[in-house]
């Protein structure tokens, strides 16, 4: 396996891993728009300066993803790396491709100068278990996330 920044020949397979991702989430009650997820994708690809893709390629089969994105904290300049996504295949989950691509994506962020590396479980997606492995990778758990599903919104 490795580990590498994603190709432009790569963004299809991507917006399925995203598909994929959707059905199984907290989100799949929204719709799930291919063409806002290609323009996101492609941002990702296109900026690497603010923005960190990394995808986990099993021998030419893309696996997982991770991206995140260099921000500044509101209240000074320093800045912090927030994911956006992380993601690997039902599949391939009891291997390390997670681990390997929140190293990657952590190991940018530190070439960043970033502060602090932010990780969330927004989409309830095995929530116990990938809480249970940022913690195995030193990460500390900080306060939570609460929804409310609105009608008419």
């Known amino acids: 396996m490795v580990i590498r920044p994603p190709l432009h020949s790569d963004i299809e397979t991507l917006v399925d ?40 390629d099993d021998g030419g089969e893309l696996i997982g993803v991770i991206g995140g994105a260099l921000i ?6 320093e800045q912090l790396v927030s994911d956006e996504i992380l993601f690997v295949r039902r599949d391939h989950r009891n291997g390390m491709a997670a681990i390997a691509l929140i190293r990657g994506l952590q ?9 602090e590396l932010c990780l969330s479980i927004s989409s309830n997606v095995n929530q116990e278990i990938t809480g249970k492995l940022f913690e195995r990778l030193g990460f500390e758990r900080m306060g939570g996330i609460f929804k409310m599903r609105l009608e008419g919104g």
């Open 72 to 77: 500044e904290y509101y209240f000074c300049n």
């Open 107 to 115: 190991k940018w962020a530190i070439a960043r100068g970033a502060r």
């Open 17 to 56: 891993l995203g598909a994929q991702l959707h059905q199984e989430s907290a989100y799949s009650f929204l719709p799930y728009d291919r063409h806002k997820v290609r323009a996101f994708i492609g941002a990702y690809v296109e900026d690497r300066d603010t923005r960190c893709a990394l995808v986990a």
